[in-house]
Structures are given as C-alpha cells and as structure tokens.
C-alpha cells in the first residue's frame, strides 16, 4: 500500500487503519530529501508492528552521509521497523534537476560504498541483472516496480532463497471499463520510461504492447483491473518467489486509491488464510 501523500488523509491515522487491518508494511514514494523522509515518522509514531519503507529514496538527490544518518535516526528510534529502499530513478527527473544520468550502475555502486554501513535492511530498485545481483552481494534485497510476474521469478533465481523481494503490483478494484481506464491512466507515465520499457521486453512484450497506454495482454499482467485479475495477479507474484507484494490501488486518471483499503483488505484475506 502506498501512503496518503496528496489525498487528504492524515498519515497517521492512515497507518493506524493499515496495520489494523491486518497489512504488515506501507511503502513512501519518492523519498528524495530531509522533508521526504520526515513524513514516515508520524506513521511510525502512530503505530506499533508497521514496517515502513521507502519507495524510492533516490541516490541522485541524496548525500550518503545524510541519508546514512537520517536511516540511523528512524533505526534507533523504531527498531526493526523502518526499510531504506534506494534506486536510480530516471532520466527525465535526474536531467531536470541539472545531472547527466550516466551509468546509473556505477552511480549506484558508489553510493553504496559512501553510504557505509546502516542500522536499517537496505533493499535496492532493481530490475536489470545487474542490479539484481548488486541487491543480493549488496543489500538485503530487491524492490522491483511496475513487472509482471515472469520478472518476480527471474529476480528470485538471481537473488537465491534468502535475500528479501518485494515487488510492486498496481490494480484497479473495478472490473469494468472504468477500472480500465483508472489501470492505464497508471500505467502511461511509467511506459515512456525506457527504464521500465526496456525491462518489459525482457519478457516478451513488444513494442506493440508497450505503445500507448499499453495492450490488453501487458495491462492483465503488469496492471490488472477487477479483484479476479488482482488476486490472481497477487497468487502469482507469491508463487513465483515474493516475500511480500506491495499492491498499490489505482482509481480515476490512475491516481491513488484512498478508499480501495476495506475491499482490499477482503481480498488478501483469502491468500493469506
């Protein structure tokens, strides 16, 4: 579940209704400064066994050593409970704040010797090999985005049995047109990201299917809409190696879900019983 930012709840009391109902962990998008990551602490202090993670802090807006610091402050404060995700991000963000993206990889490599050693389970974004491998040598393990199940597999024959893998799965409740559309309003900004486009093809997808908003066949797999498709989306990723599944509920112009919980909550029980 992805936190209230720009809904109009308040974090806090959002948490507290996600861990009582039963969730284990909420995830913070774009975590990329001081101000950032200061959001999760009411969420944490709000609550009592929720894990928090973020989902991404990105190594191109970050120093290590304050982004080392800050993780240690919530790890001291809240033990066991707080997961420092890292990735790369994108092109498009990193040349806006004025940075060359140039090998990503190497970036990555160099913020993780900088960054030292943390009181907190690091997980990294990771969706090529390359950065699978550097999730399991390296980090506790990987938070792969916008995949469909195949990658779930390939990450965990990659990682091996123990590292942690959690990958994100958005949907849509409504099974109908609507529902459809809320999937792909989603599911458009991250296609023309050829981070994510790219590691589609990696698993069959073609351009065909990536043009657009996205085929029928990738949308059933990456974005489904209808709790059918969700749960049977959510069994696969399990099946094929997930230790958890953030599920990230989209609703109208693929904008957060906020009152998705209670029918969410409805479905997963069937999984986990």
Not at 18 to 31: D, K, L, N, Q, Y
Not at 73 to 86: K, N
Not at 104 to 110: A, G, N, R, T, W
Request: negative net charge; aromatic residues 8%.
């Amino acid at each position: 579940m992805p936190p209230p930012a720009g809904t109009g709840l308040d974090p806090a009391a959002y948490a507290r209704e996600i861990e009582a109902a039963g969730f284990t962990s909420v995830w913070f998008p774009r975590m990329n400064s001081p101000e950032d990551l200061a959001a999760v602490e009411p969420a944490l202090a709000a609550t009592e066994r929720l894990v928090l993670g973020t989902g991404i802090a990105s190594v191109w807006t970050w120093t290590p050593p304050a982004l080392a610091a800050e993780t240690n402050r919530l790890a001291a404060a809240y033990p066991d409970r707080f997961i420092l995700g890292l990735g790369v991000s994108h092109a498009p963000a990193v040349e806006a704040s004025g940075q060359a993206y140039v090998k990503p990889y190497s970036k990555m490599v160099q913020f993780l010797d900088e960054l030292g050693e943390v009181n907190a389970p690091v997980v990294l974004a990771a969706l090529g090999p390359k950065m699978l491998e550097l999730s399991r040598d390296r980090a506790f393990g990987a938070h792969p985005y916008f995949t469909p199940p195949e990658h779930t597999q390939y990450s965990r024959e990659v990682l091996g049995p123990q590292p942690l893998l959690i990958p994100e799965l958005a949907a849509a409740l409504d099974p109908g047109e609507q529902g459809a559309a809320a999937a792909r309003g989603y599911a458009a900004r991250y296609l023309r990201l050829p981070n994510y486009t790219n590691n589609l093809k990696r698993f069959g997808f073609t351009d065909a299917d990536i043009e657009g908003a996205g085929s029928d066949r990738l949308m059933s797999s990456v974005v489904p809409n209808g709790p059918l498709a969700l749960t049977a989306r959510l069994r696969e990723h399990l099946a094929a190696g997930a230790d958890h599944v953030l599920v990230q509920l989209v609703t109208e112009g693929g904008t957060f879900d906020a009152g998705g919980l209670p029918e969410l909550t409805e479905l997963v029980a069937d999984i986990t019983e």
